[in-house]
């Protein structure tokens, strides 16, 4: 097995004062969204093996916990960016599962009118600040919506204490970008948190293939005096209650952190991944620790056995049945909806179109985005 | 229970954008109302960066300026003299020397509403940056679906003639320009300057606002009273009838020296200053090139795939019939910049080189 979940480290567990408990809404409603994810990236998987989506597509099944338990910890102002697998993201924070997956069939009624794809989920009601294409290119953007929420209290007056959430792969740690943003985050204080859903693989190649002392990358971060907490990326219910405290802090303080969670993907690192860097019997041992059953049963288990006792079966079975169903209505919604026509090609290009920008095209605005 | 998603598909037709709200584009003053006059004060090009940044910053909150020494050193180059000391630290910023870091993060911070103002030491340094300012700054209204735009503006020092050799001499028009969803401004005066300026930092879209080393102590008459100059607006810098020589930025000082040594020899030429490449105002250039029939485009940077080509291209598209000669470009020489005084010199498009191509256009 060339990749463990490893035990958090010593110093990592004195880091942790463990915060609020979940409560047993809170865990009804990540369970929810943690199988909305799992049943949305099955249909996914289906629309691309019909040809129903192209382009590079990265399922985000087996990191639900991820997305759904750092998400949960935010207010809902706090900005947050991510990578191209972002589809987690992107319904972890609100965005509705028809303008998901109409994006991903390239429909003007997508989340971003067909122009963006799978790898780019923007949705500005929500404040997701964007899936980007660029390994680790990211990351100064999301310090520059801390520096935003910071300048804003600071300079302006204006608004409260926000965090800024940025996501980031294993495979951005080998990204000069990410460390100039650690350094300046500090050098600035500013609050953002920079989450590595670190599941191993950049890509086909392991984590100790790509990473110098694979096995203390909060170093890095602390390197530049930015906290960094290693957690268990796949039990959502302690990742909430660790992760928590983590941006009450950032958020009281107006500091950066940075947080490692081991977690781990089922799916190739795109569809078109023969996954020979890998063998079934380590993708079967962590289906074994699958953070939805594990939810599910935690939830299911009564009280006395140490359980929530707050789920039975035919709960369960009755959310899953909706869940399907919603899905499946986004994937006739993407279906169904229109194409974006000709002239969108020319819009959305310039803010200010002005004439002679180009000397053939000419911009314009078009048609309103959908979530506005 | 997730709710039913039925979007309204409307075509967005009043002037306040639903994500980036009402683009505040200033009042233009003719400048035959407000020129650039003798009686005037005489200020420095870096002057008048100066106080388009410290005017606009008095104005508008969201506005800051970072970069590598803009605060406590007063600027590499001194044009953010004394703004530390009128705005403070928090909008003036020191940054350590990560031109991709601040660039990003300012691209992200204008994502959040803010108006940053990059300064690039050199436009050479902002290649380390080529990912932020590239890829996302012009392309995030776009990706995100007319979500986000980004109102930015990177600045700094562009083009060679220090003798700094070929890392630090970079003219970045031809290669940046090709992008779209950005704006390319390059001021070749101080009066110029201070009205484009202040105009990219009230623009909604990047701007890439590219400077010169050589001409930062270059001085006009710059008005007191507030003016702002469009983008897409050429300047009639002499009229004449033989020919039309176009340029941007430090070569409009070269081809001036050029047409004044022609109107000895009799010849009279058309001289527009650009002042922004993209948008490039072609229709005063075809109205000169109907008048002259003849046209020669000095462009500081390499020849291949730059924007005097792609000046040359739109005349060709536009108005060929009217070219009694074929356009001809003066580029700087196809090489990596050199150090030596007179190579350097040799290698730009001086007004030697201007004067030959435009001897050879006339008296064919
Ligand atoms: C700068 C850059 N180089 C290469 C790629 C191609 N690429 C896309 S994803 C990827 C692997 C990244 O892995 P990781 O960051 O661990 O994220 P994960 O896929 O595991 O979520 C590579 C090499 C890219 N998108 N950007
Ligand atoms: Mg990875």
Known sequence: MSQTISEPTERAVQDQSNGPRMSDDQALEALRTMQLIREFESRTMQAYQRAKIGGFCHIYTGQEACAVGTIMSLEKTDPVVTAYRDHGHALARGMHPSACMAEMFGKLAGCAKGKGGSMHMFDRPNHLYGGHGIVGAQTPLGLGLAFACRYQLDVMGSGEKRVALCYLGDGALGQGAFYEALNLATLFSTPVIYVLENNGYSMGTALKRHAANADRLVDRAEAFGVRGVEMDGLDVMSLYEQFRPVVDDCRERQVPAFVDLKTYRYQGHSMSDPQKYRTKDEVEQYKEKDSIARLASQLMTPKDDGGRGILSEDDWSAMQKEIKDLVKEAMDFAEEAEAPGESELTTDVYANPQPNLSPQSVYGHGVKNPLL | ?364
């Open chain 2, 1 to 364: 229970m997730t709710t039913a998603y039925t979007p309204e598909l409307t075509e967005i037709k009043d002037a306040i954008h639903p994500a980036l709200g009402k683009v505040e584009i200033p009042d233009f003053v003719s400048e035959s109302e407000l020129p650039s006059r003798d009686g005037d004060r005489v200020i420095q090009y870096r002057e008048a960066l100066r106080e388009a940044m410290t005017e606009e910053m008095r104005r508008d909150e969201r506005v800051f300026l970072i970069g590598e020494e803009v605060a406590e050193y007063n600027g590499a180059y001194k044009v953010s003299q004394g703004m530390l000391d009128e705005f403070g630290p928090k909008r003036i910023i020191d940054s350590p020397i990560s031109e991709n870091g601040f660039a990003g993060m300012c691209i992200g911070a204008a994502m959040m509403g803010l108006r940053p103002i990059v300064e690039f030491m050199s436009w050479s340094f902002s290649l380390v940056a080529a990912d932020q300012i590239l890829n996302n700054a012009p392309k995030m209204l776009y990706m995100s679906g007319g979500q986000w735009g980004c109102p930015i503006v990177f600045r700094g020092n562009d083009g060679a003639g220090g003798q700094l050799g070929s890392t630090h001499s970079w003219c970045v028009e031809g290669m940046f320009a090709n992008v779209p969803g950005l704006k390319m401004v390059i001021p070749s005066n101080p009066y110029d300057a201070k009205g484009l300026l202040k105009t990219a930092i009230r623009d909604p879209d990047p701007v890439f606002f590219l400077e010169s080393e050589r001409m930062l102590g270059d001085k006009a008459h710059v008005p007191e009273e507030e003016y702002f100059i469009p983008f897409g607006r050429a300047r009639v810098c002499r009229e004449g009838d033989d020919i039309t020589l176009i340029s941007w930025g430090r070569p409009v000082h070269f081809c001036m020296e050029a047409a004044e040594k022609l109107a000895g020899d009799g010849i009279e030429c058309d001289v527009l200053d650009m002042r922004s490449v993209r948008p490039l105002d072609i229709d005063s250039v075809i109205e000169s090139v109907k008048k002259t029939n003849r046209i020669v485009v000095v462009d500081q940077s390499w020849p291949f795939g730059s924007v005097a080509s792609e000046a040359i291209a739109q005349i060709c598209e536009r108005c060929f019939d009217w070219l009694d000669h074929e356009p001809v470009r003066v580029n700087t020489i196809d090489v990596p910049t050199p150090y030596a005084k007179n190579l350097e010199a040799a290698y730009l498009p001086n007004a030697e080189r201007i004067l030959e191509a435009v001897r050879a256009v006339v008296s064919e």
